[in-house]
Nanobody
Framework: QVQLAESGGGLVQPGGSLRLSCAASGSLFPISRMGWYRQSPGRERELVADIGSRGHPNYADSVKGRFTISGDVAKNTAYLQMNNLKPEDTAVYYC?????????WGQGTQVTVSS
């Protein structure tokens, strides 16, 4: 059973930065992609950014130029550097791993952007 451990959320003022970390464990097979999703009250969970085992990051339009995904999928780690945060970035952020046609999720970490 794949388990994902997230860290790095918190409260930050508009314009500030946060870095989220995710580490996967328990996988018997290579992970194909890792990424970050977010969900705020009343809204569906949405993709923020993801990255494959060969690199090639993918970003939601709303975070392009502000967020950067990095890490080593082959080593089961992913990071999300979030700069110039805005109040609309407030959400629970979930780490995601995709392997063997199945999604795995972390427990989520709260990011709140407020003055």
């Amino acid at each position: 059973q794949v388990q994902l451990a997230e860290s790095g959320g918190g409260l930050v003022q508009p314009g500030g930065s946060l870095r989220l970390s995710c580490a996967a464990s328990g996988s018997l097979f290579p992970i194909s992609r890792m990424g970050w999703y977010r969900q705020s009250p009343g809204r569906e969970r949405e993709l923020v950014a993801d990255i494959g085992s060969r690199g090639h990051p993918n970003y939601a339009d709303s975070v392009k130029g502000r967020f950067t995904i990095s890490g080593d999928v082959a080593k089961n780690t992913a990071y999300l550097q979030m700069n110039n945060l805005k109040p609309e970035d407030t959400a629970v952020y979930y780490c995601n791993a995709y392997l063997r046609y199945r999604d795995y999720w972390g427990q989520g970490t709260q990011v709140t952007v407020s003055s």
